[in-house]
T-cell receptor, first 114, second 111 residues
Framework: DAGVIQSPRHEVTEMGQEVTLRCKPI?????LFWYRQTMMRGLELLIY????????DSGMPEDRFSAKMPNASFSTLKIQPSEPRDSAVYFC????????????FGPGTRLLVL | DQQVKQNSPSLSVQEGRISILNCDYT??????FLWYKKYPAEGPTFLIS???IKDKNEDGRFTVFLNKSAKHLSLHIVPSQPGDSAVYFC??????????WGAGTKLIIKP
């Protein structure tokens, strides 16, 4: 299995632009998580899905952030408009449905908003 | 309000010695705990876990200890190797499928 795939690996954009991050979870996993990692706040859960349905988006910082999961093999995290304080590493992770099942992380997307 | 705390941002250990990483939590509803390891430019990878019904779990050089009364867990690595140099995250699972993460401890193994 290729593991969790994220694209792009790096993204540099200007303030005000729309940014779309993509994730392909491990096949068969029915939970998908989006995280953000910054020096100041560490690893924060933004939103997670179960069977393509958003379960908890309380970690999404603002309305500028949105996430979708149109099918079991694809999810997007969109920031519109982007701001410099959104600069961070964004991780996608997936897990199987068992309680306490470990999460498998993608390599992350390093976002820099100028 | 941090529910999972890793109070040591970094730890330096001599190769071959024991590394002990600590984690404290505040929520008594947490019943499953995990340690993840992260190298630069990579996502965290699962290392070892423990259920609250146990007080110890061992996997090779890695052992996790859980003290429920103190709401404390620790990860022991023995002997420490240069490849163990990484950031270690402690995570706790409440009654849903989320993981609550600590801030991480950077472990440096000196040759």
């Amino acid at each position: 299995d290729a593991g969790v795939i994220q694209s792009p690996r790096h993204e540099v954009t200007e303030m005000g632009q729309e940014v779309t991050l993509r994730c392909k979870p491990i096949s068969g996993h029915d939970y998908l998580f989006w995280y953000r990692q910054t020096m100041m706040r560490g690893l924060e859960l933004l939103i997670y899905f179960n069977n393509n349905v958003p379960i908890d988006d309380s970690g999404m910082p603002e309305d500028r952030f949105s996430a979708k999961m149109p099918n079991a093999s694809f999810s997007t995290l969109k920031i519109q408009p982007s701001e410099p304080r959104d600069s961070a590493v964004y991780f996608c992770a997936s897990s199987a449905g068992s309680r306490g099942e470990t999460q498998y992380f993608g390599p992350g997307t390093r976002l820099l908003v100028l | 309000d941090q529910q999972v705390k890793q109070n040591s941002p970094s730890l330096s250990v001599q190769e071959g010695r024991i590394s002990i990483l600590n984690c404290d939590y505040t929520n008594s509803m947490f019943d499953y705990f995990l340690w993840y390891k992260k190298y630069p430019a990579e996502g965290p990878t699962f290392l070892i876990s423990i259920s609250s019904i146990k007080d110890k779990n061992e996997d090779g050089r890695f052992t996790v200890f859980l003290n429920k009364s103190a709401k404390h867990l620790s990860l022991h690595i023995v002997p420490s190797q240069p490849g163990d140099s990484a950031v270690y995250f402690c995570a706790a699972s409440p009654s849903n499928y989320q993981l609550i993460w600590g801030a991480g401890t950077k472990l440096i193994i000196k040759p």
